[in-house]
């Protein structure tokens, strides 16, 4: 299981959809998932952490696919 964040079993437990269903309706609507690359260093993590499917990529690269629409977990 990648990485959900240690807020994740509180959020569930809530009611509210977790970053795991989050990130599998995104997948459904075809959201691009980037991580980005100096956050991933900074955080001393390696891509291999991440869910399958997501892209590491420099910001250049994020705000070029962004285009103004950023949802951040």
């Known amino acids: ?6 807020h994740d079993a509180a959020i569930r ?3 509210v959809a977790g970053l795991a269903e989050l990130r599998e309706a995104s997948i459904e ?7 980005c690359e100096a956050g991933l260093r ?10 399958e499917g997501v892209e590491v ?3 250049v690269t ?3 696919a962004a285009r103004g629409q950023v949802l951040t977990l």
């Open 1 to 6: 299981e990648p990485l959900l964040g240690p």
């Open 13 to 15: 437990a809530a009611g």
């Open 29 to 35: 609507l075809g959201v691009r998932l980037i991580a």
């Open 42 to 51: 900074m955080a001393d993590l390696p891509a291999t952490a991440l869910a």
């Open 57 to 59: 990529a420099g910001v």
């Open 62 to 64: 994020f705000l070029d």
